[in-house]
Structure formats: C-alpha cells, structure tokens
C-alpha cells in the first residue's frame, strides 16, 4: 500500500510562515498530481494548491491563497512542499496531502491522503 506522512505544522502568529512537507511511501510505480487540501472546524476540506508530475509541473492555487503559497514537488524523493507565507488567522486549519498514484502492479490510479497537520495561526 502507500502511506503518505505530513510535517512542518504548528501554531504562528499572523503575518509569519510555515513550510509543510510530505512524503509518500510504499508501492509507488509513479505519481501523478500531488496537493494540499485544508479543513478548518466546521467547514468543508478545500483544495488549496496542487502540482502535477509533468516537467513543467503545472501548479493550482485557490484564488483565497494565490500570492502567499508556493507549491513545489521532487520527484526523486516522492515529496510534495508548501511554502505558506504572510499567514491569516482564517488560514487556520488541518492540512492535508494528497496524492493520485499508480500502485506498482494495479492498473489505475488511486488517490491517498495523509493523516493532515495542524496549523494555528494566532492574531
């Protein structure tokens, strides 16, 4: 199977910057797209930012971040980064990494998630 392991969280004060990382392990023929979603209490998991595998590494960003997260990937390692800067308190949450992966010997891609991280940004 395939674990994928997130760190880098914690509690910051407003305007500071976390880096989140995360790893996928196990099975892994490839990968394609890898991301990070966010849950804060009482709302719905939303896709923050994503990168695919392709040279080029087209990324996304949620129109509520773009400018002050940076999305990056290396391959080599199967490890999906999250430069978070000029932190807001609404940018409080649990974070998520995620990935669609070709399992060596299935055909198809499935998707994986991590166990999240917290990240408490304080006024």
């Known amino acids: 199977q395939v674990e994928l392991v997130e760190s880098g969280g914690g509690s910051v004060q407003a305007g500071g910057s976390l880096r989140l990382s995360c790893v996928a392990s196990?099975?892994?023929?490839?990968?394609?797209?890898m991301g990070w979603y966010r849950q804060a209490p009482g709302k719905q998991r939303e896709l923050v930012a994503s990168?695919?595998?392709?040279?080029?590494?087209?990324?996304y960003y949620a129109d509520s971040v773009k400018g002050r997260l940076t999305i990056s990937r290396d391959n080599a390692k199967n490890m999906v980064y999250l430069q978070v800067n000029s932190l807001k308190p609404e940018d409080t949450a649990v974070y998520y990494c995620?990935?669609?992966?070709?399992?060596?010997?299935?055909?198809?891609?499935?998707?994986?998630w991590g166990q999240g991280t917290q990240v408490t940004v304080s006024s």
């Open positions: 995620y990935a669609k992966v070709i399992v060596t010997g299935k055909p198809g891609f499935y998707a994986y």
């Open positions: 196990g099975s892994i023929f490839s990968i394609d797209t």
């Open positions: 990168i695919n595998s392709g040279g080029g590494g087209n990324t």
